[in-house]
């Protein structure tokens, strides 16, 4: 899909995603969650993450379509935690094709999942993404977010040779 597009609102229709769908939402994802952007996250994107979500919580799989051609998606479910009374809404994966990003149609999609996070039950919803993703993280305070959490990720190469400590004897 390499011709620009233009999206009219009205005619963006937001719907579950099905079988039919996997394709187009997989290469969007290839093409919005690269390896650059999302370095820090411990997801990776791969088809697996479209047909494990789809299997687990198919009315949270979402997709905006307009004349039969998918713009973008979210992916999400719900969590509940351990001694907590709260169902928590994670929304995981939310991408929009690259032509059409800031037309409106991430907003349609994450007002949708939101509502439907709402009808079961859900009271806080939670999504991550990298500090220096400005885009998602101000499309994210526009909808309300806030409450930063800051993370700490740290890395260890283990294929790097440890290197041990002599000690000198006198
Ligand atoms: C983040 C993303 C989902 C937003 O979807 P969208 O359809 O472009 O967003 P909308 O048009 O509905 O909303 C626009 C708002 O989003 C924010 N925004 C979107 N793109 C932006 C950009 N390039 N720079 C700054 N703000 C941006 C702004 O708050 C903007 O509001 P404004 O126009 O009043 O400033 C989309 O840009 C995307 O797919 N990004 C790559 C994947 C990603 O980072 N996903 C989120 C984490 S999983």
């Known amino acids: 899909m390499s011709e620009m597009m233009t999206t009219n609102p009205d005619n963006i229709r937001i719907r579950e995603m099905t079988i039919d769908d996997f394709p187009a ?12 952007s999302f370095r820090t996250l411990y997801r990776t994107w791969d ?5 494990t979500f789809f299997n687990s919580d198919s009315e949270l ?3 905006a379509e307009a ?12 969590v509940t935690k351990h001694n907590s ?3 928590y809404g994670y929304l995981v994966w939310l991408g929009i094709r690259t032509d059409i990003q800031q037309g409106g149609v991430g907003s349609g999609l994450f007002k949708e999942i939101k509502n439907r996070m709402k009808e079961q039950g859900v009271r806080m919803m939670i999504i991550d993404t990298s500090a ?3 885009p ?16 700490v990720y740290m890395s260890l190469n283990l294929t790097r040779k440890s290197r041990k400590k002599t000690v000198k004897k006198p």
Not at 25 to 34: C, K, L, N, Q, S
Not at 47 to 51: G, M, Q, R
């Open 136 to 151: 998602a993280v101000r499309f994210f305070e526009k909808h309300g977010f806030g409450d930063v959490q800051e993370h």
């Open 25 to 36: 939402v997989f290469h969007i994802g290839e093409d919005v969650f690269t390896a650059e």
């Open 61 to 63: 799989c979402l997709v």
């Open 85 to 87: 009374p709260w169902k």
């Open 47 to 51: 088809e697996y993450e479209v047909t």
């Open 132 to 134: 220096d993703n400005l």
């Open 67 to 78: 004349a039969g051609t998918v713009l973008g998606f979210a992916l999400g479910t719900t």
